[in-house]
C-alpha cells in the first residue's frame, strides 16, 4: 500500500487559511489561548482538506468534516468526510503537523517532539516488559530515543483503531525500537497483529513520527514537506 506523509510547519493564521475553517472549526480555533495551538490547529485543517480535495476531486471551499468525538459527542474528534471512503490522521507536535489519509483502512498518525525526556514513571506506564526491557544499560539520550519510537508507534495504533489512548500501552508489544516496526502482539481484539501494518518515520530533525495502518499489507510510504 503506497502511503503520502504530507508535513507542514505552522501556517500563519491568515484570511486565505481561515476561510478554510467552518463555524465549528472557528469556535475551536478561538478556544485555544496560544497562538501556537491556533495555529496547530488550523494547520492541521488545512493540510486534512487541501489532501481530501484532491483526493476526491472536489473544490477544496466544499470540503466538510465532522468530528464528533465518539466518546463525547464534542468536535474534536478524528475527522471524517461523510460518505467518503477516505480515512485521515491528523498529528502535530513543536513546529511539525502532519497528515496521512487512506481509502477504504484506518490509518493512525504519530508525531512528537525528541526534546521530550523518559522518565521510569512513563517507561512503565507505556512500555510492555519486553520493551522495557530492550531500554535497559541505554544512556539518557539513547534511551529517550529509543522510548519514542516506541511511544509514536503506540500512538499510531491507537489513533488508527480510532479508540485513542483507551488500549492498554502496557498491553501493546512492538519489534525493537531499533529494527522495523511491527506490532507483535496486542491485549485488545481491535488491534490484531496479523492486520496491522506500521513504518517508523523520518519526520524531521528533532522529531520522532510512526505511521501505522489496519492491513495486511506491507506500507510504502513517502513523506513530503508541503508550502502553500
Ligand atoms: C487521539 C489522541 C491519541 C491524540 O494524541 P496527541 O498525541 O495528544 O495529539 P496528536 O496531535 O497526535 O493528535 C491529535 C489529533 O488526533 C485526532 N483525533 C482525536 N481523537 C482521535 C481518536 N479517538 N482517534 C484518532 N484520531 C483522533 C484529531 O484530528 C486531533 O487533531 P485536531 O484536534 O487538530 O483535529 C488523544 O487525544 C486521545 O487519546 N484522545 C481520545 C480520548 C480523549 O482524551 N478524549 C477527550 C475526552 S472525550
Excluded: N
Aim: charged letters at 30%; one cysteine or more; glycine letters at 8%.
Amino acid at each position: 500500500m503506497e502511503i503520502v506523509v504530507r508535513w507542514s510547519a505552522p501556517l500563519p493564521a491568515e484570511p486565505r487559511f481561515l476561510r478554510l475553517l467552518d463555524d465549528v472549526e472557528q469556535d475551536r480555533f478561538g478556544a485555544y489561548r496560544q497562538d501556537a495551538d491556533k495555529r496547530r490547529f488550523l494547520t492541521g485543517r488545512v493540510l486534512a482538506k487541501t489532501v481530501t480535495a484532491e483526493r476526491l476531486g472536489i473544490p477544496l471551499e466544499s470540503v466538510k468534516f465532522d468530528a464528533t468525538c465518539d466518546d463525547c459527542g464534542k468536535p474534536h474528534g478524528r475527522p471524517r468526510i461523510p460518505g467518503a471512503d477516505l480515512t485521515l490522521s491528523i498529528s502535530h507536535s513543536g513546529d511539525l503537523i502532519g497528515l496521512a489519509a487512506t481509502p477504504a483502512v484506518p490509518v493512525g498518525l504519530d508525531v512528537e517532539t525528541a526534546t521530550r525526556k523518559a522518565d521510569e514513571g512513563l517507561i512503565e506506564y507505556a512500555l510492555s516488559p519486553a520493551e522495557a526491557q530492550h531500554l535497559t544499560g541505554l544512556s539518557g539520550e539513547e534511551k529517550a530515543r529509543a522510548f519514542f519510537v516506541y511511544w509514536t508507534r503506540k500512538e499510531a495504533v491507537m489513533k488508527a483503531t480510532g479508540k485513542g489512548l483507551k488500549i492498554p500501552l502496557q498491553s501493546i508489544t512492538f519489534s525493537r525500537y531499533d529494527e522495523p516496526a511491527r506490532l507483535l502482539a496486542s491485549g485488545d481484539p481491535a488491534l490484531d497483529p496479523a492486520r496491522t501494518s506500521l513504518s517508523d518515520l523520518k519526520a524531521a530533525d528533532g522529531y520522532r513520527a510512526a505511521i501505522a495502518v489496519l492491513t495486511t499489507e506491507e506500507l510504502s510510504v513517502t513523506e513530503e514537506h508541503w508550502v502553500p
